[in-house]
């Protein structure tokens, strides 16, 4: 068990929908990370947060979007579902947000677009 | 966008034999991460190495940075059905402030016991 909580485990949603996943960092995480992984893709950075702010952005369409709230939870929105959007997303928490910081997965939440 | 392309894609192989897994990129990294993902659940960080040419032992796994840190192996002697999962490299391409992760195509092992 990392300590990165993640919900909800499994998404099953139609094409054109909007969903919303959520992230409970490990206690006393600043920083949180979402990726992206799939099968043809691979394991994809979205974006990081650090203390509430953006620290650095990926390959993140423009249809979603991701916050860090002052309690330090993240939530990353994904709107206008497409079939493609089908996979699991990670949430990841490190102490600092700095290079060389040991990032921790969360177990995924699995994404199903039908 | 910096590209980490890992060989062999899959490996069967039988408990006790030994495997290497090759990380390959064009690019310089600050540093380069090796992890292990099994089912249904996330990555974890097995290692990080920062200078070039360094070598680590963790138990049975030997990691070496390549000298121009472009490029990484795994070395594992006398797998074990429990190193079975995707084994993945990730370089970090972030630098200061940030920790921006590429991750590699990866390299899924199984171990028959």
């Known amino acids: 068990d990392s300590g990165v909580t993640q919900t909800p485990k499994h998404l099953i949603t139609a094409t054109g929908q909007r969903v919303t996943l959520r992230c409970s960092p490990r206690s006393g995480d600043l920083s949180v990370y979402w990726y992206q992984q799939s099968l043809d893709q691979g394991l994809q950075f979205l974006i990081q947060y650090y203390n509430g702010e953006e620290r650095a952005k990926g390959n993140i369409l423009e249809r979603f979007s991701a916050q860090q709230f002052p309690d330090l939870h993240s939530e990353l929105n994904l709107s206008s579902l497409e079939l493609g959007d089908s996979a699991l997303y990670f949430c990841?928490?490190?102490?600092?947000?700095?290079?060389?910081?040991?990032?921790?997965f969360g177990e995924g939440s699995w994404l199903t677009v039908v | 966008t910096q590209l980490l392309e890992q060989s062999p894609q899959f490996l069967s192989i039988q408990e006790g034999e030994n495997l290497t897994v090759y990380c390959n990129s064009s690019s310089v990294f600050s540093s380069l991460q090796w992890y292990r993902q099994e089912p249904g659940e996330g990555p974890v960080l097995l290692v990080t190495v920062v200078t070039g040419g360094e070598v680590k032992k963790l138990k049975r796994l030997t990691f070496q940075f390549g000298d121009a840190r472009k490029d990484s192996s795994l070395h594992i002697t006398a797998a074990q059905p429990g190193d079975t999962g995707l084994y993945l490299c990730?370089?970090?391409?972030?630098?200061?402030?940030?920790?921006?992760?590429?991750f590699g195509t990866g390299t899924l092992l199984a171990v028959q016991p």
């Open positions: 990841a928490s490190s102490v600092v947000g700095g290079t060389g910081n040991t990032i921790y």
């Open positions: 990730a370089g970090d391409e972030g630098g200061g402030a940030t920790n921006k992760l590429i």
